[in-house]
């Protein structure tokens, strides 16, 4: 690895683009996506706090995948990113994979990151994740829901 890698948060690369779709609308929606060439390679209801129907799509052999969230009830947050965009589906984070999420989390919280989890946790396909808040930095709002990952066992 590229030790200037190794002094930043260690990001390797995309893991995924999340895309909210209504309720009802996800078989529609992998249907669509399997017509241009995407596969299935997981499937899984996530409750806890996030409580959402995951599909994971991906095109060829690469690592990158786009991940359908479907909310379970009104109260999963992905339910809420729905209404406020008027109750389209559409954009609901970018993902990017870390080698090391610990390393990750205390960087982005040490140069000023607003980072909604209190800690690393568990995220679906056995990964670990936290998220970080659209308003990002005091000076840079990026706009968007971040992921961070890290394959593998929990941490």
Same mark, same amino acid.
């Given at each position: ?13 995309? $893991? ?22 995407? @596969?299935? &390679?997981?499937?899984? !209801?996530?409750?806890? @706090? $996030? ?40 954009? %609901?984070? &970018? %993902? ?9 989390? !205390? ?9 909604? $989890?209190? %800690? ?32 593998? @066992?929990?941490?």
């Amino acid at each position: 690895m590229n030790p200037e890698m190794q002094q930043v948060p260690g990001f390797l690369f995309f $893991d995924h683009v999340a895309i909210s779709v209504r309720p009802g609308e996800l078989e529609q929606h992998v249907a669509a996506y399997r017509t241009m060439g995407f @596969s299935e &390679v997981h499937r899984e !209801d996530v409750l806890g @706090s $996030d409580q959402v129907r995951e599909v994971l799509l991906q095109i060829g052999a690469g690592p990158n995948l786009v991940q359908l969230l479907e909310p379970l009830n009104p109260e999963s947050p992905v339910s809420k990113q729905i209404e406020k965009n008027g109750g389209r589906g559409g954009l %609901a984070h &970018v %993902a990017l994979r870390v080698a090391d999420i610990q390393k990750a989390f !205390d960087y982005l919280k040490q140069h000023g990151f607003k980072i909604i $989890d209190k %800690a690393p946790r568990k995220g679906s396909r056995g990964t670990t994740v936290f998220f970080v808040h659209p308003k990002t930095t005091e000076t840079a709002a990026f706009g968007y829901l971040i992921e961070v990952v890290q394959e593998g @066992s929990h941490a």
